[in-house]
Protein backbone atom coordinates (compact mmCIF):
# COMPACT_ATOMS: atom_id res chain seq x y z
CA UNK A 1 0.00 0.00 0.00
CA UNK A 2 1.24 3.24 -0.85
CA UNK A 3 1.13 6.30 1.75
CA UNK A 4 -0.23 8.98 -0.21
CA UNK A 5 -1.69 9.05 -3.87
CA UNK A 6 -1.90 12.45 -5.47
CA UNK A 7 -4.70 12.38 -7.88
CA UNK A 8 -5.86 14.40 -10.56
CA UNK A 9 -8.52 14.00 -12.58
CA UNK A 10 -8.45 15.26 -15.81
CA UNK A 11 -11.19 15.87 -18.91
CA UNK A 12 -9.67 18.24 -21.80
CA UNK A 13 -7.37 19.63 -19.47
CA UNK A 14 -4.03 19.95 -21.37
CA UNK A 15 -2.94 23.13 -21.75
CA UNK A 16 -3.76 22.85 -17.19
CA UNK A 17 -2.01 19.97 -17.00
CA UNK A 18 1.15 21.27 -19.29
CA UNK A 19 1.47 24.41 -16.80
CA UNK A 20 0.84 23.27 -13.52
CA UNK A 21 1.60 20.00 -13.18
CA UNK A 22 5.25 20.20 -13.27
CA UNK A 23 5.05 21.62 -9.93
CA UNK A 24 3.23 18.52 -8.88
CA UNK A 25 6.34 16.42 -9.39
CA UNK A 26 8.93 18.61 -8.38
CA UNK A 27 7.25 19.38 -4.84
CA UNK A 28 5.52 15.83 -4.43
CA UNK A 29 7.58 13.44 -5.98
CA UNK A 30 9.61 12.36 -3.07
CA UNK A 31 6.59 12.02 -0.75
CA UNK A 32 3.57 10.44 -2.90
CA UNK A 33 3.17 8.76 -6.12
CA UNK A 34 1.12 10.66 -8.75
CA UNK A 35 -1.75 9.84 -10.75
CA UNK A 36 -3.58 11.44 -13.36
CA UNK A 37 -7.31 9.78 -14.31
CA UNK A 38 -8.76 10.66 -17.53
CA UNK A 39 -12.37 10.87 -18.19
CA UNK A 40 -12.00 10.45 -21.86
CA UNK A 41 -10.60 13.20 -23.20
CA UNK A 42 -11.10 13.95 -27.08
CA UNK A 43 -7.89 16.49 -26.89
CA UNK A 44 -4.41 15.38 -26.70
CA UNK A 45 -4.32 15.15 -22.65
CA UNK A 46 -2.88 11.68 -23.19
CA UNK A 47 -0.21 11.95 -25.89
CA UNK A 48 1.14 15.08 -23.91
CA UNK A 49 1.29 13.39 -20.61
CA UNK A 50 3.09 10.28 -22.25
CA UNK A 51 5.36 11.96 -23.76
CA UNK A 52 6.10 14.84 -21.38
CA UNK A 53 5.09 13.07 -18.11
CA UNK A 54 5.98 9.44 -17.94
CA UNK A 55 6.66 9.32 -14.48
CA UNK A 56 2.96 10.18 -13.45
CA UNK A 57 0.90 7.07 -13.71
CA UNK A 58 -1.93 7.05 -15.86
CA UNK A 59 -5.40 6.19 -15.32
CA UNK A 60 -7.90 5.72 -18.63
CA UNK A 61 -11.77 5.96 -17.77
CA UNK A 62 -13.88 4.86 -21.11
CA UNK A 63 -16.06 7.50 -20.63
CA UNK A 64 -16.51 11.22 -18.94
CA UNK A 65 -17.81 9.74 -15.75
CA UNK A 66 -17.57 13.60 -14.38
CA UNK A 67 -15.94 14.89 -11.43
CA UNK A 68 -17.51 12.58 -8.86
CA UNK A 69 -17.99 9.27 -10.14
CA UNK A 70 -14.78 9.51 -12.18
CA UNK A 71 -12.74 9.89 -8.91
CA UNK A 72 -14.50 6.77 -7.43
CA UNK A 73 -13.81 4.61 -10.68
CA UNK A 74 -10.12 6.25 -10.41
CA UNK A 75 -9.74 5.32 -6.58
CA UNK A 76 -11.41 2.29 -6.97
CA UNK A 77 -7.99 0.75 -9.07
CA UNK A 78 -5.45 2.88 -6.15
CA UNK A 79 -4.16 1.21 -3.03
CA UNK A 80 -2.72 3.95 -0.90
CA UNK A 81 -3.51 5.03 2.91
CA UNK A 82 -4.28 8.60 1.91
CA UNK A 83 -5.94 9.85 -1.46
CA UNK A 84 -5.53 13.77 -2.03
CA UNK A 85 -7.64 14.47 -4.63
CA UNK A 86 -6.38 17.89 -6.82
CA UNK A 87 -7.71 20.25 -9.57
CA UNK A 88 -5.63 20.24 -12.56
CA UNK A 89 -5.07 24.03 -12.28
CA UNK A 90 -3.53 23.91 -9.02
CA UNK A 91 0.19 24.88 -8.28
CA UNK A 92 1.55 23.57 -5.60
CA UNK A 93 4.03 24.95 -3.08
CA UNK A 94 7.76 23.67 -1.51
CA UNK A 95 6.81 20.85 1.51
CA UNK A 96 2.76 21.82 0.96
CA UNK A 97 2.03 17.55 1.51
CA UNK A 98 4.18 17.56 4.77
CA UNK A 99 2.29 19.22 7.08
CA UNK A 100 -0.96 17.49 5.59
CA UNK A 101 0.23 14.04 5.98
CA UNK A 102 1.44 14.55 9.53
CA UNK A 103 -1.51 16.40 11.03
CA UNK A 104 -3.38 12.71 9.76
CA UNK A 105 -1.00 10.55 11.12
CA UNK A 106 -0.96 12.19 14.41
CA UNK A 107 -4.75 12.88 14.79
CA UNK A 108 -6.67 9.36 13.87
CA UNK A 109 -9.66 10.86 14.38
CA UNK A 110 -9.42 13.00 11.44
CA UNK A 111 -10.96 12.05 8.36
CA UNK A 112 -9.83 14.31 5.84
CA UNK A 113 -8.27 17.98 5.80
CA UNK A 114 -7.37 20.77 2.73
CA UNK A 115 -4.62 22.82 2.45
CA UNK A 116 -5.18 26.90 2.08
CA UNK A 117 -5.77 27.99 -0.88
CA UNK A 118 -4.69 31.07 -2.98
CA UNK A 119 -6.02 32.95 -6.05
CA UNK A 120 -3.48 32.24 -8.70
CA UNK A 121 -3.93 35.56 -9.74
CA UNK A 122 -3.36 37.80 -7.23
CA UNK A 123 -1.34 35.78 -4.64
CA UNK A 124 -2.37 37.42 -1.69
CA UNK A 125 -5.65 36.60 -2.06
CA UNK A 126 -7.49 33.81 -0.94
CA UNK A 127 -9.63 31.55 -3.67
CA UNK A 128 -13.02 31.19 -3.91
CA UNK A 129 -13.51 27.35 -4.28
CA UNK A 130 -12.17 26.46 -0.43
CA UNK A 131 -10.34 29.53 1.11
CA UNK A 132 -9.17 28.54 4.23
CA UNK A 133 -11.75 25.76 5.30
CA UNK A 134 -15.68 25.54 4.64
CA UNK A 135 -18.69 25.72 6.88
CA UNK A 136 -22.62 25.74 6.05
CA UNK A 137 -25.17 28.11 7.59
CA UNK A 138 -28.46 26.77 8.83
CA UNK A 139 -30.32 27.15 5.17
CA UNK A 140 -27.07 25.38 3.48
CA UNK A 141 -25.40 28.29 1.68
CA UNK A 142 -21.71 27.28 1.81
CA UNK A 143 -18.84 29.93 3.12
CA UNK A 144 -15.38 29.88 3.90
CA UNK A 145 -12.37 31.33 5.86
CA UNK A 146 -11.81 33.95 3.66
CA UNK A 147 -14.99 33.93 1.41
CA UNK A 148 -18.52 35.13 1.76
CA UNK A 149 -20.05 35.01 -1.37
CA UNK A 150 -18.70 36.99 -4.07
CA UNK A 151 -16.47 38.61 -1.14
CA UNK A 152 -13.14 37.74 -1.23
CA UNK A 153 -10.64 39.06 1.50
CA UNK A 154 -6.85 39.59 0.95
CA UNK A 155 -4.89 36.67 3.51
CA UNK A 156 -2.64 38.54 6.00
CA UNK A 157 -2.44 35.88 8.22
CA UNK A 158 -5.89 36.11 9.64
CA UNK A 159 -6.48 32.15 9.10
CA UNK A 160 -2.95 30.52 9.51
CA UNK A 161 -4.63 28.50 12.69
CA UNK A 162 -5.73 25.02 12.42
CA UNK A 163 -9.38 24.47 12.91
CA UNK A 164 -11.90 22.20 12.36
CA UNK A 165 -14.21 22.80 9.67
CA UNK A 166 -17.33 21.24 7.64
CA UNK A 167 -15.98 20.81 4.56
CA UNK A 168 -12.87 20.48 2.80
CA UNK A 169 -12.72 21.78 -1.04
CA UNK A 170 -12.59 19.26 -3.85
CA UNK A 171 -9.90 21.47 -5.46
CA UNK A 172 -7.17 19.65 -2.81
CA UNK A 173 -8.70 17.31 -0.69
CA UNK A 174 -6.48 14.86 1.55
CA UNK A 175 -8.74 12.03 2.78
CA UNK A 176 -8.18 8.64 4.31
CA UNK A 177 -8.68 6.32 2.20
CA UNK A 178 -10.83 4.12 4.51
CA UNK A 179 -13.29 6.93 5.53
CA UNK A 180 -13.89 7.46 1.83
CA UNK A 181 -14.96 4.04 1.09
CA UNK A 182 -16.77 3.59 4.38
CA UNK A 183 -19.30 6.49 3.22
CA UNK A 184 -19.08 4.80 -0.48
CA UNK A 185 -16.82 7.74 -2.00
CA UNK A 186 -18.33 10.93 -4.16
CA UNK A 187 -22.04 10.42 -4.62
CA UNK A 188 -21.72 9.77 -8.50
CA UNK A 189 -25.69 11.03 -8.77
CA UNK A 190 -24.20 14.67 -8.02
CA UNK A 191 -21.53 14.56 -11.22
CA UNK A 192 -20.38 17.79 -9.98
CA UNK A 193 -20.83 20.80 -7.70
CA UNK A 194 -21.73 19.98 -3.54
CA UNK A 195 -19.92 16.61 -4.13
CA UNK A 196 -17.37 17.19 -1.64
CA UNK A 197 -19.27 18.82 1.15
CA UNK A 198 -21.90 16.31 0.80
CA UNK A 199 -18.95 13.74 1.19
CA UNK A 200 -17.64 15.60 4.22
CA UNK A 201 -21.08 16.40 6.20
CA UNK A 202 -21.53 12.53 5.73
CA UNK A 203 -18.18 11.91 7.76
CA UNK A 204 -18.97 14.62 10.34
CA UNK A 205 -22.47 12.63 10.81
CA UNK A 206 -20.65 9.66 11.78
CA UNK A 207 -18.31 12.25 13.99
CA UNK A 208 -15.32 11.98 12.08
CA UNK A 209 -13.50 15.61 11.56
CA UNK A 210 -12.51 17.55 9.31
CA UNK A 211 -9.38 20.20 9.75
CA UNK A 212 -7.96 23.32 7.59
CA UNK A 213 -3.79 23.07 7.35
CA UNK A 214 -2.90 26.43 6.60
CA UNK A 215 1.08 25.78 6.86
CA UNK A 216 0.22 23.90 3.81
CA UNK A 217 -1.06 26.57 0.63
CA UNK A 218 -1.56 25.99 -2.81
CA UNK A 219 -2.43 28.41 -5.42
CA UNK A 220 -5.09 27.70 -7.17
CA UNK A 221 -6.62 28.95 -11.00
CA UNK A 222 -10.35 28.39 -10.14
CA UNK A 223 -13.07 28.36 -12.59
CA UNK A 224 -11.33 26.20 -14.92
CA UNK A 225 -14.13 23.82 -15.96
CA UNK A 226 -16.94 26.41 -15.86
CA UNK A 227 -17.50 30.28 -14.90
CA UNK A 228 -19.51 31.08 -12.09
CA UNK A 229 -21.93 32.31 -14.07
CA UNK A 230 -22.84 29.31 -16.09
CA UNK A 231 -26.55 28.23 -16.10
CA UNK A 232 -25.39 24.27 -15.71
CA UNK A 233 -23.34 25.23 -12.79
CA UNK A 234 -26.18 27.20 -11.33
CA UNK A 235 -28.48 24.03 -12.08
CA UNK A 236 -26.12 21.74 -10.19
CA UNK A 237 -25.38 23.99 -7.56
CA UNK A 238 -29.06 23.84 -6.26
CA UNK A 239 -29.96 20.41 -7.37
CA UNK A 240 -27.11 19.27 -5.55
CA UNK A 241 -27.35 21.38 -2.86
CA UNK A 242 -31.13 20.78 -2.13
CA UNK A 243 -30.50 16.55 -2.11
CA UNK A 244 -27.17 17.23 -0.05
CA UNK A 245 -29.71 18.94 2.60
CA UNK A 246 -32.47 16.16 1.92
CA UNK A 247 -29.75 13.75 3.23
CA UNK A 248 -28.16 15.20 5.92
CA UNK A 249 -30.73 17.25 7.69
CA UNK A 250 -31.22 15.78 11.46
CA UNK A 251 -35.06 15.10 11.22
CA UNK A 252 -36.15 17.89 13.55
CA UNK A 253 -34.85 20.12 11.21
CA UNK A 254 -35.87 19.00 7.43
CA UNK A 255 -39.02 20.36 6.95
CA UNK A 256 -38.52 23.69 8.20
CA UNK A 257 -34.99 23.92 6.05
CA UNK A 258 -36.54 23.19 3.45
CA UNK A 259 -39.73 25.48 3.33
CA UNK A 260 -37.18 28.24 4.42
CA UNK A 261 -34.99 27.33 1.31
CA UNK A 262 -38.59 26.90 -1.35
CA UNK A 263 -38.97 30.82 -0.60
CA UNK A 264 -35.39 31.67 -0.69
CA UNK A 265 -34.79 29.60 -3.81
CA UNK A 266 -37.23 31.80 -5.80
CA UNK A 267 -36.26 35.08 -4.51
CA UNK A 268 -32.92 34.05 -5.88
CA UNK A 269 -34.39 33.14 -9.15
CA UNK A 270 -36.22 36.69 -9.47
CA UNK A 271 -33.11 38.29 -8.80
CA UNK A 272 -31.39 37.07 -10.90
CA UNK A 273 -34.20 37.68 -13.78
CA UNK A 274 -35.09 41.23 -12.40
CA UNK A 275 -32.55 42.80 -11.21
CA UNK A 276 -29.36 40.89 -12.86
CA UNK A 277 -31.52 40.50 -16.22
CA UNK A 278 -29.55 36.79 -16.34
CA UNK A 279 -32.46 34.61 -17.70
CA UNK A 280 -29.94 31.97 -17.83
CA UNK A 281 -29.24 31.37 -14.43
CA UNK A 282 -33.24 32.51 -13.42
CA UNK A 283 -34.26 29.14 -15.37
CA UNK A 284 -31.72 27.31 -14.29
CA UNK A 285 -32.48 27.86 -10.47
CA UNK A 286 -36.10 26.35 -11.80
CA UNK A 287 -35.01 23.72 -13.42
CA UNK A 288 -32.95 22.44 -10.44
CA UNK A 289 -35.82 22.61 -8.42
CA UNK A 290 -37.55 20.87 -10.35
CA UNK A 291 -35.02 18.05 -10.85
CA UNK A 292 -34.88 17.99 -7.24
CA UNK A 293 -38.51 17.29 -6.96
CA UNK A 294 -38.31 14.49 -9.74
CA UNK A 295 -35.44 12.27 -7.78
CA UNK A 296 -35.95 13.14 -4.00
CA UNK A 297 -37.21 9.83 -3.88
CA UNK A 298 -34.01 7.70 -4.68
CA UNK A 299 -32.45 9.47 -1.97
CA UNK A 300 -34.89 8.06 0.45
CA UNK A 301 -32.49 4.98 1.37
CA UNK A 302 -29.72 7.41 1.32
CA UNK A 303 -31.35 9.92 4.09
CA UNK A 304 -32.19 6.42 6.07
CA UNK A 305 -29.03 4.82 6.42
CA UNK A 306 -27.15 8.48 7.03
CA UNK A 307 -29.23 8.94 9.88
CA UNK A 308 -28.86 5.93 11.14
CA UNK A 309 -24.95 6.29 11.10
CA UNK A 310 -25.32 9.61 12.86
CA UNK A 311 -22.68 10.14 15.98
CA UNK A 312 -23.20 13.45 16.47
CA UNK A 313 -26.70 15.59 16.66
CA UNK A 314 -25.21 19.23 16.76
CA UNK A 315 -21.82 19.95 14.44
CA UNK A 316 -20.55 23.10 15.39
CA UNK A 317 -19.14 23.54 12.29
CA UNK A 318 -22.19 24.01 10.57
CA UNK A 319 -23.46 27.49 12.17
CA UNK A 320 -26.85 28.18 13.36
CA UNK A 321 -27.39 32.01 11.64
CA UNK A 322 -28.93 32.91 8.37
CA UNK A 323 -26.24 33.84 6.27
CA UNK A 324 -28.17 35.63 4.38
CA UNK A 325 -29.03 38.05 7.01
CA UNK A 326 -25.67 38.16 8.32
CA UNK A 327 -24.61 39.29 4.66
CA UNK A 328 -26.73 41.24 3.18
CA UNK A 329 -29.14 42.79 6.39
CA UNK A 330 -26.14 43.53 8.92
CA UNK A 331 -23.47 43.57 6.39
CA UNK A 332 -20.75 40.88 7.78
CA UNK A 333 -18.91 40.15 4.68
CA UNK A 334 -15.56 38.59 6.14
CA UNK A 335 -15.52 35.66 8.33
CA UNK A 336 -14.32 36.78 11.44
CA UNK A 337 -17.03 39.14 11.69
CA UNK A 338 -19.80 36.39 11.68
Known amino acids: MEKVAIVILNWNGREMLSKYLPSVLQYSRDEA????????????????????FPEVRLIELEKNWGFAEGYNQALR??????YLLLNSDIEVTHHWLQPMTEYLDAHPEVAACQPKLLSIFDRDSFEYAGASGGFLDRFGYPFCRGRIFETVERDNGQYDYQTDILWATGAALMIRSKDYWDVKGLDARFFAHNEEIDLCWRLRIRGRKIVCIPMSYVYHVGGGTLP????MKTFLNFRNNL????????EGELKAVMRWRWWLDYLAAWEMLVLKRNVG?????????????????????DRREIQASRQVEVIPERKRFSLLWQYYVK????FSQL
Open 33 to 52: TVYVADNASTDDSLTLLREH
Open 77 to 82: QIDAEY
Open 228 to 231: KSNP
Open 243 to 250: TMLYKCLP
Open 281 to 301: DFKAIYRGRRAFKRWRKEFEN
Open 331 to 334: GKKT
